[in-house]
Structure formats: structure tokens, C-alpha cells
């Protein structure tokens, strides 16, 4: 073919125009092409940095579209990169072909053939290569090199116009689906804020400051009821990412057998009632953050999975073989102790330390010396709002009678409280101004993880110093006295928790974060 016609030329840049309204663009792209310029096999491959991707490809097996080029790896893709112009191999080029045994018709390597490159630029930057092959030699030399200037100009121009278009469309397709996970009840609330200013709390805020920016992993632990939630959402907030969405996962209420459905999402007819395709959550967080609540209930199946997709990068919906990339960072959270659970054989080692690239640890209430009366504030003020009260506020009895309380549910259980108190207080106010009482406040007892027989003695001893003529501070008077029966149980079951929180008549999770508030270690010596 030595003629191309200016007619054909401009046919070409009306079909080609209109290829690009069709969902197989691509496609239309080629076939356009090849309605120009007779050849054997063409393909259009992306542009990406070190390598070419296939878009599409007419003539060579469909499994060429699941490669990647590596451009120093092959000679004749080097030289079309480095060119501005249209390379034509000649049909004695020794250098090696990247189609060979790629032919449709041919299973060998290819015969002695036509090549040509054709390098595509938008705006001086290369953004795609167009490859034609035909197995009669020599027959592209005769083309004009204007002729075949203005089909790479058109061709670039309607590559860059449907890559732009894909794009769109993938922006629109994934907003749709980031809208959708975030329509759903999430205990995520951008209003709440991280309140206290007790040295805990200020440390904390300076673990979230120096963590944020960083693309690293973190494993947040810490009791139910401390506000995990709100610590994962500040991280978010402050990191590079913060205008892209943070996406809720809830582990522990995940079916197993959808675990891998909702992390990486699922085909239509993957498995039975699959009767349509579904992102999975990393997809829906490409570019922001997955935050993965109760990480310690994933059963060891899922934490496999999840941990091949931590380290790659990559994952697969189920029921498709493509590779998805992904660029996700992880925030998880647990009330569990992780590095016991690794030690039980319940948690995967290699999970863990993926997750704990930096761990932060949200303190308990009742080690939030002095935060209770700002909470209390905070909390009051949205009641206020909530029931249309003009003004409620807390007496001074109730504060302190606030502060006695040892809060096993945390900062969720003093809201609660206060949620219920405030109500009773408004249901028999006689003025606008509604104070809380006492009177409108539950009995609250201390927590003391000992049962009364087994304690009794103990009790009677300790009560029998004589308090009149001293001050105590009730809540370190507990502690101590709580230090003291734990580690004496702890002795006697010689470092035994299992044992010890039996005897003790608790939970060993809630007996072990007992032990590390009170600062009690066990430490085991191999002889």
C-alpha cells in the first residue's frame, strides 16, 4: 500500500471522531485504523512510565492484553519510545520481536514481516504507542512520512480524548460508589472532636499529630467505649489523604463468608446470589482510607487474604482473575490484646506486625484525670440541642459524684448516662434553666473485679485501719487495693492468667487490661 488518499484521511478523522461515543472505543479505534492502513495485527498500548500497557489489540491473542511491557526489555518498544517520529523495522531487522508466537493464526515465531511503531504524542508528552504488523514485507515503506505524521497526530488526539473520557467515567463510576458506602450508618462523625487536655490525652493528640502524615500503617487498641473511632477519624483528617473518603468496615459483623466479597468485592455469579458486580471496600477506598473496626474477629481465612492485600497492594474480586491496584492506606482498631491473641495461635504474626507499623493506644476514662468535667461539657451541650432545651446544665454533686465512678464502658457509657439523666432532669423541670441532679442520676458502683467470698477477709483486714482522723483519695485507695489481690492471685497461679481470672471470677481479656493499668507484669524465666 504506497497511496493513502486525503479522502481517506478524512474519513478517518470522521470515524474516529465517532468512535469515541462507543463503550469499546478502543476497538472502534483500531478498526478505524485498519480501514486506513491494511496490516495483519494493531495494537494501542498505553504509556506508563517503564512500561506499555495493551488497550486493545485486533490480530494477536487475547492474553497479550494481560501484559505489561517492560520497555528496556525490548528493543523495538525502546526505539519507538525514544522516537517522534514513525519507526519502520525493516523486514531483516534481527532485533526481537515482542509478538512473537503471539499471532493469531501462527503458533511459531513470526516470519519475515512489516513493523512499524507508531509513537503517539498530546501536547509534546508521549501518552501511548500504535504498533502495525502485516506479514507481506516492505509493505508500509512506501507511506508518505506526512501522511503518516497526520494519522499520528488524529490517532493521539483520539487516544488522549478516550483515556479522558475512561477516566471520567472510572471518577464517576467509583464517586457513586464512595456515596454509597458513606450513606451508610457508620459510627464515623466528623462533628465529634477528641476532648480532654489530661496528660494521657495531650500525648495521645501528639501520637495522632506525628503519625498522620505518614502513609504508615496504624493499630489502634484500647477498651470499647473509648472513642477508637474518633482516633482514626483525626488521623485521617490530618493526613494527605484527607480529601479523599475514609471508608467503615466493621470485621466483627462480617458473615465469614462474605468477608472476602465486602473486602474485595465480587463479579456477578461468583457464587450463588451473586447476581451482580460489587466493589469491594479497598476499591471504594482507593486514594483515601480503609478503616477496619474490630480487627481482631477477622477468623484466620480472612486475615490471610487481607494480609496479601496489605503487602501487594493488589487484590482480586472473587470469581475474577484481573489484579486490581489499589492504593489504600489502613487504619485498624481493637478492644482484643493482639500480641496475645498472636501468642494463642488466634491472630496471624505476620498480620500483626503489618498493621502495628505504629500502634496507638487510646487511654481508659478513668485514666483521664481531670477530662470528665470537659466531657460531661461536651456532651451536655449536644443534649441540649438534642431534646430543645434552652439552657442544662450538671450540679456540682453530680460532677463529683461523676468522678468517683471507675467507667468500665468509658466515654460511650458516661454519654449514655448522661443521655438518661438529662432526660429525667428535662421530664420534671420547672423552669426554662434544667439542672441535673442527683436524684435524676442511676446508683453507679466502683468496679472491683473480685468476687465477695473470695475477698472477704481481705476486705475486713483492710477496713480496719483506722480512717477517721485521715484524707484518702478514694480512687488511688482502690487501685492499691486492687494491685494487691491481683498480683497475690497472680503469685499463687504463678503467672497463670487463665487461671488467675478464674479464680478471680472475670473475663482474662478485661483481667489483663486491669493488670496493665495497675501496672502488674508477669515475667517468665526459662531455666
Known sequence: MSQITSTALIELSLDLAQSLTADDRFDCLLTTLRKTITCEAVVVLAYKDHYLQPLA????????????????????FQRICQSKKTVRFAASCDLPDPYDGLLIDRECDLPVHACMGIPLYFNDKLIGVLTLDSLTPNIFDDIPERTLDVIAAMA??????????????????????????????????KQDDLIGQSPTMQRLKREIGLVAPSNYSVLIQGDSGTGKELVAQRIHQLSNRSEQPIIYVNCAALPESLIESELFGHVKG???????????????????????????ELPLAAQSKLLRALQSQEIQAVGQDKVIHVDVRVIAATNRDLANEVEQGNFRSDLFHRLNVYPVSVPA???????IELLVGF????????????????????????????????????????????LKASASARSQVVTIELSHCEQLHAVVPLTATSTQSVVTSELATDLTAQS????EEVNAFQRKIVKKILAQEQGNWSAAAKRLN??????????????????????
Do not use: C
Open 472 to 475: 484518702i483519695d478514694l480512687r
Open 57 to 76: 489489540l485486533q490480530g494477536l491473542s487475547r492474553e497479550t492484553l494481560g501484559r505489561r511491557f517492560i520497555i528496556d526489555e525490548h528493543p523495538r
Open 270 to 296: 461468583a457464587f450463588t446470589g451473586a447476581d451482580s458486580q460489587r466493589a469491594g471496600k479497598f476499591v471504594v477506598a482507593d486514594g483515601g482510607t480503609l478503616f477496619l473496626d474490630e480487627v481482631g
Open 156 to 189: 493521539a488526539v483520539s487516544l488522549n480524548t478516550a483515556l479522558t473520557i475512561e477516566l471520567l467515567e472510572a471518577n464517576v463510576h467509583h464517586s457513586k460508589q464512595v456515596m454509597a458506602a458513606l450513606s451508610q450508618s457508620t459510627p464515623l462523625k
Open 506 to 527: 472475670v473475663d482474662r481479656a478485661n483481667l489483663t487490661r486491669l493488670a496493665k493499668r495497675l501496672g502488674i507484669q508477669v515475667q517468665k524465666v526459662v531455666s
Open 365 to 371: 476514662l478513668r485514666e483521664r484525670h481531670g477530662d
Open 379 to 422: 456532651f451536655i451541650e449536644k443534649l441540649k440541642r438534642k431534646l430543645g432545651i434552652s439552657q442544662l446544665k450538671v450540679a456540682a454533686s453530680v460532677l463529683d459524684f461523676l468522678q468517683q465512678y471507675d467507667w468500665p464502658g468509658n466515654v460511650r457509657e458516661l454519654e449514655h448516662f448522661l443521655s438518661r439523666s438529662a
